[in-house]
Structures are given as structure tokens and as C-alpha cells.
């Protein structure tokens, strides 16, 4: 029974508080903004993500285009400078073709000392005509004379080497005619370009090194793809075990050469070395001439021809002039 004194309305009856509308108005506005700015952080946060990926993509196109395109351009202006240079130096040899030494018994090939050459600094050029007229990267005829200088104790120090537009000997293999591996590596597809057309090296292909005493020839044997780390590969006698002390006892006059490569044999990549093995053919004095296997690919009359040109006359020199 109600009491009738009692004029508070029963719990159940009273009013809201008049603030109670406007707070759940409020809260109910608030979560809908938060709710309506997550995606639009999340947009912004997407929308600067892609913007990155696109800057990074960008720059390493970049990159990869003036590696491979940039590079080579860039050094040929002293690349044939260097090669001009060191051309002057060499001693002028006789306008005609000169017979190859074969017997390294009767006649064995002169010793040049590379352990007193400086890193960095040229002592040959490599010549291999099966090169000559072939065209480069811009389609331009290629120089084909490889400047070779000696190499460095560390990795890094033989790549500032390559970037010079130059090969690299391997600072401690045989030097060039003697007995075991003289190795060398150039780039492929930068800075010069100088082993682009490696690949295509097949057996009894010639690779001529000229130094200021003497031309040594060398026969291609065979080439291989192996990864970085087979190093066995410029061994002083790749072909041949390695004793239980990890030394060798070459017996024969090898040259190796090496470059950047894919597993497929493309250019565009440096997962794996492209090697060229070859063999000394034959090696003659620089002053008995030119070596005749490079003949055919003379751009000049047979020196033959001209050899007999008056004193008085400016005789072209067929070593710089007309090699490569």
C-alpha cells in the first residue's frame, strides 16, 4: 500500500537527469570521429608507404641504369686517354708479321717481374681478335685494347681497379707467359664494358697480351660458370688436384679470365663468374714484329705491303694505329 505522505515517485518512475541525453550524444559523436579518422590515418600511412616503395623503386632503376648504361660512358673519355698513354710507352715494333716462339724449352718466355709493378699501374694490353669490329653497348665499334694493370691484395682494391675501365691481374697468380695461371678480370656491364662479349670466346680463339718486351699469345681451352667463392678456378693449374699441403706444381702456361654473370649466362647480374681457361700458343720478342694471328683483323693493308715506306714519310705504326 502507497503511503500518501510519501511524495517520491517510485525509482522505476524517475526522470532521466537532464544532462544523461547530451553525454550520450557526445560519446556517440566522438566514436563516430574516431571511427571516421582510423581509415583516413591508415590511408595516409598507406598513401606514404607507396610513395616510398616508388622513391626507392625509382633510385634503384636508377642506380642499376648508371651502373650498366652511365658508368660506361662516363670513363671512356679516360679510358682511352689512360690507353694512349701507356701506348707511348711501348717500345714501336717492325711493320711486319714476326714468327711465334713454340718451344718454351729452347725458348722459354721472358719473366717480367709483376711483383715490382705498383697496384694500379698498366704493364700490357689485351688484344682478342675474334672481338675486332664487334659492336659495343651504343652500338659504337669496340676499341678492343684492354688495358691491363696490377692488381690489388683486397677485393675492394681490385674493383676501384675495374672501375677505371681496366682489367685486373690477380696480384698472386703467374705473371704473363710463365709457368702457371696468369689471371686477370675485367668488368662486363660497366665501367668500359671490357668482357661483354667473353661469352662468346669459343676453343681456339686467340687472346694476344702485349707488353713493352714482348707478345704472348695464348689458345682458349674452354670456359665455365662457377659461383664467387670457387676460387679454384685461377689455382696455378685449375685442372689439376691440389696437394694435401694445399699447393700446387703447375707445369703448363695458362691464362684465366673472368667476369661478372647469371646462372644463365646474362650480363645482368654478378651472382656468378663467367671463366675463360686458355693455354700459351706462342710468344715472340717485340721487336720481331706482330704476331700473325691477328692478321685478319687488321683494318690496315697487310704491314707486309708497307713496310717498305721511305724514311721520310710518316709510316703508320701498325701496333698503335691499327690493332683494336
Not at 104 to 118: R, T
Not at 184 to 198: K, Q, T, V
Request: net charge negative; proline share 9%.
Amino acid at each position: 500500500m502507497t503511503d500518501p505522505s510519501n511524495n517520491n515517485p517510485p525509482a522505476s518512475s524517475l526522470p532521466e537527469s537532464p544532462e544523461s541525453p547530451a553525454q550520450g550524444s557526445v560519446g556517440r559523436r566522438a566514436r563516430k570521429a574516431q571511427r571516421a579518422a582510423a581509415p583516413r590515418k591508415t590511408g595516409r600511412v598507406r598513401r606514404a608507404v607507396g610513395w616510398l616503395l616508388i622513391v626507392a623503386a625509382v633510385v634503384t632503376a636508377g642506380r642499376w641504369g648508371w651502373d650498366t648504361f652511365g658508368t660506361t660512358w662516363w670513363i671512356q673519355k679516360d679510358q682511352h686517354k689512360e690507353l694512349d698513354s701507356f701506348a707511348l710507352t711501348l717500345p714501336s715494333a717492325p711493320s711486319e708479321y714476326g714468327q711465334l716462339h713454340t718451344d718454351f724449352v729452347k725458348y722459354p718466355p721472358p719473366d717480367m717481374d709483376l711483383a715490382s709493378v705498383a697496384t694500379g699501374d698498366p704493364f700490357g694490353l689485351l688484344t682478342i681478335p675474334r672481338w675486332q669490329g664487334q659492336e659495343g653497348v651504343y652500338g659504337e665499334t669496340l676499341y678492343n685494347k684492354i688495358l691491363i694493370k696490377q692488381g690489388a691484395k683486397t677485393q675492394s682494391g681490385n674493383t676501384a681497379i675495374l672501375n677505371t675501365a681496366a682489367a685486373a691481374h690477380y696480384i698472386d697468380t703467374a705473371d704473363p707467359g710463365q709457368i702457371g695461371n696468369f689471371a686477370i678480370s675485367a668488368h662486363r656491364r660497366s665501367y668500359g664494358d671490357n668482357f661483354l662479349r667473353l661469352n662468346e670466346l669459343e676453343k681456339g680463339d686467340f687472346a694476344v697480351v702485349e707488353t713493352a718486351g714482348a707478345w704472348y699469345v695464348y689458345q682458349v681451352l674452354d670456359h665455365s660458370i662457377v659461383l664467387p667463392s670457387e676460387t679454384y678456378v685461377i689455382n696455378p693449374d685449375p685442372y689439376a688436384p691440389v696437394d694435401s699441403d694445399g699447393t700446387q706444381q703447375p707445369t703448363r702456361r695458362l691464362i684465366t679470365m673472368t667476369t661478372c654473370t647469371l646462372p644463365n649466362g646474362s650480363p645482368w647480374g654478378n651472382t656468378r663468374r663467367w671463366i675463360v681457361h686458355g693455354e700459351l700458343y706462342g710468344w715472340m720478342e717485340r721487336e720481331a714484329g706482330v704476331p700473325p694471328q691477328i692478321e685478319e683483323y687488321w683494318d690496315a693493308p697487310n704491314p707486309t705491303e708497307t713496310k717498305a715506306c721511305n724514311a721520310s714519310e710518316d709510316c703508320p705504326d701498325p701496333v698503335s694505329s691499327t690493332l683494336g
